[in-house]
């Protein structure tokens, strides 16, 4: 497949692909806490290229792996290098397909990044699919343990839209939950949205775990969330996922 070969291509050039990072502002005092790390690959033909088009690829081939490296790798330099510029702290968030998290160097992986770049663990979050929590639930809560031990965060992405299994949450030692923007697109205009967005919060609050709401588009769609008792927002409505020279200056700004 020609996709699979540029991609591989371009993880040994290195030049193409580039981090992009989506601000999270906290409800409880409107500042910036986070931001999510959010892959993009500028192909020499195609332009820019979406995650959706390329990660399953990577997935299939293997490649996730090295694609996976780079970017928490990139990740947590580009932590440290907001750390060191003075600039208030945040966390930085990282996607972790299922076949990654499943891989047995994960740990290995993570601990060498981490002390490479040195990065203060505690920015470091991790977000984990339902599905890829659930391929091997007790070696899950295993790793997750680990992971905790470090200082690094955990949130579960998508919430509400995978496998989800209330007697594994319970046990998954994780600290926060994202809403999935499926819940949050139409909370506006259907009851039910609404509900089971309340609902959420409330368990996680209960659970002693935060929420990010993803998708957040509209000041209506915010105040509900607000109203509800939801801890973070993510979404256009705050900020696109942009290259990290327009994060700094966001940052230096003092959003
Ligand atoms: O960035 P959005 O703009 O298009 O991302 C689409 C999908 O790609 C999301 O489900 C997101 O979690 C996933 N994604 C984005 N960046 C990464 C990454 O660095 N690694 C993995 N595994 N998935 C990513
Ligand atoms: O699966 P994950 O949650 O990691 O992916 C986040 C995806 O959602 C990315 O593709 C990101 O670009 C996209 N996204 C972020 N904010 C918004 C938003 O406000 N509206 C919509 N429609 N998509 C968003
Ligand atoms: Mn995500
Ligand atoms: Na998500």
Redesign the pocket.
Known sequence: LALESDLRMALNQGTQLE??YQPQIDLANGRMTGVE????WRHPLHGLL???RF?SLAEQSGL?SP??DW?LQTACLQGLSWERAGLPPITIA????AR?FNEPRLMATVQAVLEASGLDPHRLEL?LTESATMQDPEKTIAILRQLRELGIQVAI??FGTGYSNFNYLKRFPVDKLKLDQSFVSELTADPDDLAISRAVIAMAHQLRLGVVAEGVETEGQLALLAAAGCDTIQGYYVGR?MPAVDLTQLLQNGV
């Open positions: 981090l992009f790390s959010l892959i993009r979406s995650p959706a990660i996730i694609l996976g970017v990282v996607n972790l397909s990654q977000e992405d998508d996922p």
